[in-house]
């Protein structure tokens, strides 16, 4: 592991509540600093679950301890399934007996789990305190740490509980990848290439170049990765905050992608491969409705394998799939808004696709992976 | 009972986020139009306690439905314990498969107990829906329905779990102030006098002139006892939405206050009567440390009393009261400020005051009514 302290910063541009990401290669041990510029209050509850508690929560802790911060540490189980709001009342417990005031900053260090449970707590705990983002995966430093989207999950569907409660800062060290598991890290390439395909032709095309690079976790490229995913949401997101038009086009691969997490109860697929699939759905259905060129579809499932991504959901039922879609939080007056690539770097918001479509393009994807 | 349908309406200025706050009498009957005009979705939740929904839900549900909206009523036990996280659990419930969607209102009915459980619901469920209030009680309709803090209860403290967020529209029929008890009258009363205190010493001395037509609910009266407290919150709120610096002043006499109704386990004291006798401390101890002028001070404590309002806290431990302030969330690092009045019509934030002086303030307090 090739050791760089040099620090990329992109900066979420939203007047009053404009945020840096800061990105780099075995940035930790200058946390503190960073934090300390924040001028937030001089204690911080740190919300950790035990994997990355145990592999980074002490460099978190002494680098904040160096600053003059003391540290309240909060660890939650690993998993989906304690992003609930029964954690969410451990967690005000925790902050409240912990002393936690009004200036005090709740610190999310782990992935989206952690990033959003953190973040739905910063954003109630006395109607709002200071949040810092420490994301330690490829999805959380690409995606779910950048924009403000925090939430909980009701037991009747996920994100259900939540808000848009932007960060203070979110500082992205890429060295944590390097203890990621490589199914969670194509995971979050799935992301990454969602915004080559919504924003960004020429980003496309370096995915397909740096395969190897990027699979192999070649330090500089991975930053690039990164750093480019970011300032691609950090305009999506300056230009619609809390998602009244454009931002949807983030979604493109969710509404599909959704339907397949839940139909296979969150176990079969994780998030990013849902969302894979989900992309090659909506990319079939662009094709079929006239809008994408056939060429971009296929480099589309092209990219998707060469990350190892699935491109197919398997044995679903196709008539579930579409029912499900109808209940996603995202449809609006009982329509279901598609994202859909118009080519390889633009897409559209599409109002409404028909059954027959629609079944179609499943068909396509059914028994296959 | 006189009738009238004319509409006072106070605008809240917050850029993009202002809304109008309408106020009247016998005015529920057009309140679906006035939904109507806000463009939301065709669905409304609208959030009750028994008491009220039995009193005043089937208008409001008439009035919505004449105006073509679908209603869900959700009715939530009478009582601040209800005001708590298992409770808006039920109600994302009740959303949920009542089918809210993102474009789809939560209104408030009832006072601010079920304003500060729905106004919470609206700002978490999908991230935040449209929030409407109609209030129904005088605290709820001069205070808690303005001005966008929206809460939950921890067990560990009130309003720990919340967010700023503001409704689209607070609609104030005062005819419901003629089914409230005369207590909950007087409370509410406390915030009013609040108002005086802290911005209008002319609105002071209209209340010190128009007593008895105050507590007869004489019609045109109460309108302007209504429109002026909310002119002079919605004010306060547009210098300082988020209770960064001069909204502070709005808490005159709940420092103090707080401290009396969590040492009295909440059961002896409604909120406004812990105001209005912290607002005698603030005063008394702004008399103390040479702030506000003796006669000041003597007014303060004859207005609380015309309005049949308590001014001395009974047997309760100074020792211990000192101790409650230090513990509510408005401290902020283990500092306690206070907001005292500087004359009838202005007030301070003083960063601290000396433990001798609130000593002997409280003594003058103890075993008083």
């Known amino acids: 592991m090739e050791k760089s302290k040099s620090i990329t ?45 145990a592999l980074y929560g002490r460099q978190v802790s002494d680098s904040l301890e160096a600053a003059g911060f003391e540290t309240i540490v909060a660890e939650v189980p690993d998993g989906e399934k304690y992003k609930s709001l029964e954690s969410a009342a451990l967690l005000y417990d925790t902050a409240f007996t912990g002393g936690l005031d009004r200036s005090n900053a709740v610190l999310a260090l782990g992935g989206g ?144 992608g959704h339907a397949y997490e839940a139909l296979t109860g969150y176990s079969e697929f994780v998030h990013g491969e849902a969302v894979a699939i989900g992309m090659v759905s909506a990319a079939r259905a662009a094709v079929k409705t006239g809008l994408l060129p056939e060429p971009d579809l296929a480099r589309i499932e092209r990219l998707i394998a060469t990350y190892g991504l699935p491109c197919g959901f398997g044995n679903l039922d196709i008539a579930e799939i579409i029912e499900s879609m109808y209940h996603d939080k995202k449809a609006v007056g009982g329509k279901v808004r598609y994202v859909l690539p118009e080519t390889i770097g633009r897409a559209a918001i599409v109002p409404e696709i028909s059954h027959e479509i629609l079944k179609n393009v499943l068909q396509g994807q059914q028994n296959q992976v």
Chains 1, 2 share one sequence.
Do not use: W
């Not at 992109?10 to 300390?36: E, F, Q, R, T």
């Not at 925090?150 to 203890?179: C, E, W």
């Not at 990164?226 to 038009?245: L, P, W, Y």
């Open 113 to 256: 789990v952690i990033g959003d449970l953190a973040g739905f707590i910063a954003a109630t705990y006395m109607r709002g305190v200071p949040f810092i983002q420490v994301p330690t995966t490829l999805l959380a430093q690409v995606d779910s740490s950048v924009g403000g989207k925090v939430a909980v999950n009701h037991p009747r569907g996920k994100n259900i509980i939540g808000a848009f409660y932007q960060p203070r800062m979110v500082f992205s060290d890429i060295n944590t990848l390097y203890t990621l598991e490589d199914r969670q890290f194509r995971a979050g390439m799935a992301e990454v290439i969602k915004y080559g395909i919504i924003r960004d032709r020429d980003f496309f095309t370096f995915l397909e170049r740096e395969a190897p690079a990027v699979r192999q976790l070649h330090i500089g490229t991975v930053i690039r990765v990164v750093e480019t995913s970011c300032r691609i949401k950090a305009e999506i997101v300056a230009e619609d905050e809390t998602e009244q038009g454009i931002r949807a086009i983030l979604n493109l691969g969710h509404t599909f």
């Open 9 to 53: 910063t992109v900066k979420v541009d939203l007047g009053p509540k404009s945020y840096p990401i800061h990105i780099g290669a075995n940035i930790l041990p200058g946390l503190g600093d960073y934090v300390k510029r924040l001028g937030v209050g001089s204690r911080i509850m740190v919300v950790t679950n035990p994997t990355v508690g």
